[in-house]
């Protein structure tokens, strides 16, 4: 094993370790060729200066994220949501009161938020109230048609999974036409879902817990009871959706 005193240890390892931390023999140094105190061992550090040496070493970084968090500023709600109000008691509402088809069943559906015209996506099949657990050996298509919108809808019973495209010029939501469906609880639901961005005219209704949920061109993917929904908005205005049934795997 080579040995080297303190300096030519030093200077061939590029540190600045002193007496007091290593070992030290009489021995003679292959790099300055005398005979003298060569360094044998390092000594271990005592857990005091290995924690400061850490807490250096890791000072930079620190810095680092302490000045990109302060410069980093958390996004805003750009959106300031439309003061929904009703008059509408519960048992008249459309959620509340069930005036609608198929509730009860898990499944959704695409719902249009000011004609409240809606098609079910039939990923869960029923016969009546009774869930028909077998293979349907089939895609169902279906759709609605609106003033200038269009919605299409393919769906996979046997794959639990649906395929929405809404193609078409889209309006605002009329204030009027859903302060007259929906109470007020169910207005200020819908108007907390949009917290990043207006919402589109169209919505997904969820037939199980009677709620709705609309579309925001910020929010490109929501789950939605026992759905998982990927929303894609074009450049165009345009929507296209992918709905999976994905319920929790574990209760």
């Known amino acids: ?22 070992w030290l023999e009489d021995d003679f140094c292959e790099g300055c060729g005398e005979w003298k105190p060569c360094v044998f061992e390092l000594r271990p ?4 200066w290995r924690l400061i040496g850490y807490a250096r070493r890791l000072l930079p970084f620190v810095l680092v ?52 015209e809606y098609v079910r996506l039939e990923i869960n099949r029923y016969d009546g109230a009774m869930l028909i657990e ?14 200038d919108c269009y919605v299409h809808c393919m769906t996979s019973p046997d794959r639990g999974y649906a395929h929405v495209q809404i193609t078409g010029t889209q309006k605002p939501i009329d204030a009027t036409a859903i302060q007259g469906q929906l109470c007020q609880s169910c207005l ?49 205005g345009d929507i296209d959706l992918l709905v999976v049934y994905c319920p929790p795997r574990y209760e």
Not at 94 to 113: A, M, R, S, T
Not at 139 to 146: A, H, I, R, V
Request: charged share 20%.
């Open 188 to 236: 200020d639901a819908v108007n907390d879902a949009c917290i990043w961005g207006a919402p589109s005219e169209y919505g997904v209704v969820n037939f199980a817990d009677k709620t709705i949920r609309p579309l925001v061109k910020e929010t490109t993917w929501f789950t939605f009871g026992n759905y998982g929904i990927e929303c894609d908005t074009k450049d165009n």
């Open 134 to 147: 077998e293979p349907a050996g089939y895609m169902q298509s279906g759709g609605l048609t609106g003033d």
């Open 65 to 116: 994220l302490l000045l990109v968090g302060c410069s980093t500023q958390i996004a805003e709600p750009k959106y300031e949501h439309t003061p929904y109000s009703s008059v509408l008691s519960q048992e008249a509402c459309f959620l509340c009161g069930g005036q609608g088809q198929y509730w009860g069943e898990d499944n959704v559906g695409i719902i249009n938020l000011n004609s409240f």
């Open 1 to 22: 094993m080579a040995e080297f005193c303190l300096q030519c240890f030093n200077e061939l390892n590029g540190s600045d370790y002193t007496a007091s931390e290593v």
């Open 45 to 48: 550090k005592p857990l005091l």
